[in-house]
């Protein structure tokens, strides 16, 4: 199956070759295990980036190959991130408080280091009380089946509900962007149990790790998104080539029409909802750790809002495409708030990047939109097609 | 698909590039470079874009004074954008990639938390300029604004002995500054013999819009003769709407007195004050202080921003900590972080209230505490104004605060323990 897959679309192949030679040479090139030249804060930002370029796929795959245009799948991100955060935290603050109380006359308890951990993480936010849903906290495994778990039965339900009722759409949109603002406020509360709008910090502090400087953790972490990427490009690609992907296209095009021919329409659109959702949680888990804190403001609305435009600035229904769209974004940003872009004088009128960055990104979104609207991945075509003419 | 390969590996050659050139590119002359860490773009754009300004004039007042030991200050300005994580981002590239010898920035508590375990890590020089929740010290970080106790602890008792309040509402918008501060302020008034019953506390999410029934609720409280007063930690637009409904409710600021710790003159710049006259708020300045020093702070300001603009406290609280820094780098004679950071702590300037501010081994500072009614104008009329109150970092009205310390020159610990004598930790609790 495999061999087929790269015969019919070569685009994959080459992605994962691009995608290796990229990693590798920014591995060569990176503080913590080679030549230096590219800075750790670089690294991270490329690492994030990946991250974020996985869950455009897992965006385009449900929009651009299902039609489905969710608007909600940031909040899968979040909660991913979450999920991965807390045993991040408590383990951290439990190393803290254990070597706190070394010194002390009697070695302390399992009482008192579970109080001491809970003044230390929720001191700040008024509780000294560790809430019910930090439960597994102290397991890794038991978090990373949570980072799973929990995105991908939040999908499942608001899936099942929302499919079986034969909610489409702008409406099914609507729906999507009401559960991840439904989300972020609670997790707003600090009530819900994950502090609040102060949210989980210090995450790029690995426990068990903290010797290792973050020049090393970061390339970690960078060639963990990598890998993530590259296998999430596969899965995707694997999904929507044969004949599921034939199915899930053909919704896309004409839902009622593939139903009358008797396919279970929901259960198609369940399984790529449902799916896109966890391999948007895995990108979260991943990416958190590298940006080092997470709060309710990250599955606000307009992340996912966000998450539709890099899709469609690269091209959908092109797996490459919501990659370069999310890339080209997200690198884009970073450079122009890293202060580095120069200001443009015109004369009468001094264009400063600091007043007009976001309004030049608004505007490359619109001109892509009416001029390209394919995407960037679109001119690819283009160029294909004009080299066979 | 030749053309697309090509391509490709052009697009991922040129990221390679530009990597390397921007990694190349800050080896340049002498300079003493100065992180401004603000968000200049989102929610809190409209209050931090004033302190971006505020360091821009100072640095630029500074340099015309010949710089700092013989250098030109060189200001790094980045945009955070309002997004907390990518202020750890900016906080590291400012640090390692720009190599600047201190920053000035951030506003919200969470933005302070997601750039502490950068700075620790780098060994970083911040300084925070705004009124804050305590609870939290940090060797690398310098806090200019005010602790708990040098705001809401002297308005509280301004209610109390001053105004003679007997039923508190504490209302405040659901996040660490207010849950915090009122969990002191409850403490506290509870310790001042007011009963539990008689204190109404309450929360709400940012950008709150309805209000009749927590309104409904104060008056309520006030209903068997009793003076009630209200705290507000309200943050951001909530606050129009809080005191719409209370003016709309009939109750002015003698039936029901307001104290609020998150309204200043910018805040209150180009909006409808009708409804906020003679309420009060507590800072460590008013643009109303009388002082000559104050006087040519603002002609200086207006100067440089523009006529219609106001100073406020949290630019008062940049103007000292820039001043103490410049200062201790002076007296250093270099810019090195471990060398300054032990110089700032001592530093004595010349607050813009008249009085002089000194900072204090646990990195914060004493200032005095005033208490404004609003004019309908947007300025305060100052009705009260303390001698300089210490900081504390660890406030002394909860029980697990009141036995740590924070001392980084004898104790060298932010988180010191005065009853097992031991430090719980060095770097800081984010």
Not at chain 1, 257 to 278: C, D, H, N, Q, W
Not at chain 2, 153 to 181: C, H, N, Q, S
Not at chain 2, 297 to 311: D, L, N, P, S, Y
Not at chain 2, 388 to 397: E, N
Request: some cysteine.
């Amino acid at each position: 199956m495999q061999r087929s897959l790269f015969v019919r679309q070569p685009s994959v192949l080459i992605f994962i070759g691009l995608l290796a030679a990229f990693t590798i040479a920014i591995t060569v090139l990176s503080e913590g295990f080679g030549l230096g030249l590219v800075s750790t804060s670089f690294i991270k930002i490329l690492g994030k980036t990946l991250c974020l370029c996985l869950v455009a796929i897992a965006m385009d795959l449900v929009w651009g190959y299902c039609g489905i245009l969710s608007l909600g799948h940031f909040a899968f991100f979040g909660l991913g991130g979450y999920m991965i955060g807390m045993w991040l935290m408590y383990e951290r603050t439990k190393d803290i408080v254990i070597a706190s109380l070394a010194g002390a006359e009697l070695p302390a308890t399992a009482e008192e280091i579970r109080e001491g951990i809970g003044t230390q993480i929720f001191g700040v936010v008024g509780g000294a009380e560790i809430p019910v849903v930090w439960y597994f906290a102290d397991s890794l495994w038991a978090q990373l089946a949570l980072v799973v778990l929990v995105p991908g039965l939040l999908a499942l339900v608001f899936g099942w509900l929302a499919f079986r009722s034969r909610v489409t759409g702008v409406y099914l949109s609507i729906l999507t962007q009401a559960m991840t603002l439904a989300l972020s406020l609670y997790l707003f509360q600090n009530d819900s149990g994950l502090r609040g709008n102060n949210g989980l910090s210090g995450l790029q502090n690995i426990p068990g790790l903290t010797h290792l400087p973050q020049a090393v953790v970061s390339v970690w972490f960078f060639l963990a998104s990598a890998f993530a990427l590259g296998v999430g490009y596969l899965v995707a690609a694997w999904v929507v080539s044969g004949k599921f992907g034939s199915v899930v296209r053909a919704i896309r095009d004409d839902e009622t029409r593939i139903r009358f021919m008797g396919y279970p329409v929901e259960a198609y659109k369940l399984v790529v909802f449902t799916l896109t959702a966890v391999i948007a949680a895995i990108a979260g888990a991943l990416y958190y750790p590298q940006a080092g804190i997470i709060n309710p403001a990250e599955i606000a609305p307009i992340a996912s809002i966000y998450l539709a435009v890099w899709v469609a600035i690269g091209g959908r229904g092109r797996l490459y495409g919501a990659v370069i769209g999310a890339a080209t974004v997200s690198l884009l940003s970073s450079w122009f708030t890293g202060g580095q872009a120069p200001s443009i004088p015109l004369g009468f009128y001094t264009i400063d990047w600091v007043d007009w960055w976001q309004v030049l990104l608004g505007l490359g979104f619109v001109l892509v939109t009416l001029f390209v609207p394919k995407g960037i991945g679109g001119l690819f075509d283009r160029l294909v097609r004009k080299d066979a003419s | 698909m030749k053309i697309t390969t090509r391509m490709r590996i052009a697009g991922a050659a040129a990221i390679v590039t530009s990597t390397i050139l921007t990694h190349a590119s800050y080896a340049q002359e002498e300079t003493i470079k100065v992180g401004v860490l603000h968000s200049l773009s989102g929610t809190m754009a409209i209050s931090e874009t004033t302190l971006k300004d505020t360091v821009l004039m100072l640095i630029e007042q500074q340099n015309a004074k010949g710089g700092v030991l013989g250098k030109k200050l060189e200001a790094v300005v980045v945009d955070p954008a309002s997004d907390w994580p990518l202020f750890a981002e900016k906080a590291r590239e400012l640090l390692t990639v720009n190599k600047v010898d201190v920053m000035f920035g951030c506003w919200t508590s969470v933005s302070r938390k997601s750039v502490l375990p950068v700075i620790e890590e780098l060994n970083g020089l911040l300084f925070y300029p705004v009124q804050y929740e305590g609870e939290e010290s940090s060797k690398n970080v310098f806090y200019t604004g005010a602790a708990p106790n040098q705001q809401a602890i002297p308005a509280t008792d301004y209610f109390l002995e001053e105004l003679g309040v007997e039923k508190f509402a504490l209302l405040g918008t659901d996040y660490v500054y207010p849950r915090t501060t009122n969990k002191i302020l409850e403490q506290y008034l509870k310790d001042k013999g007011i009963a539990a019953e008689d204190i109404f506390v309450n929360y709400t999410p940012f950008g709150h819009s309805d209000w009749s029934k927590i309104v409904a609720d104060v008056v309520a409280l006030g209903a068997d003769g009793k003076k009630v007063g209200v705290i507000s930690t309200i943050n951001g637009d909530a606050n129009i709407g809080f005191y719409k409904e209370l003016a709309a409710a009939g109750i002015s600021a003698d039936d029901i007195p307001v104290v609020a710790f998150s309204v200043g003159e910018e805040e209150l710049s180009g909006l409808d004050t009708t409804n906020l006259v003679g309420h009060l708020a507590a800072w460590n300045y008013f643009q109303s202080a009388d002082a000559p020093v104050n006087a040519e702070f603002i002609k200086e300001w207006k100067a440089f921003a523009g006529e219609k603009r106001v100073t406020n406290d949290p630019m008062e609280a940049t103007y000292i900590g820039f001043n103490m820094w410049v200062n201790a780098v002076e007296a250093a004679g270099t810019t090195d972080v471990d060398k300054v950071t032990a110089a700032v702590v001592g530093q004595k300037f010349p607050n813009l209230t008249g009085t002089e501010s000194e900072m204090l081994p646990n990195h914060h500072l004493t200032k005095p505490v005033l208490i404004g009614e609003i004019q309908a104008d947007g300025q305060f009329d100052i009705v009260s104004q303390t001698e300089p109150v210490p900081g504390d970092a660890w406030t002394d009205f909860l029980p697990e605060s009141k036995v740590l310390e924070s001392n980084w020159t004898e104790l060298e610990c932010g988180m010191y323990n005065t009853e097992t004598k031991t430090c719980v930790q060095l770097n800081s609790n984010y």
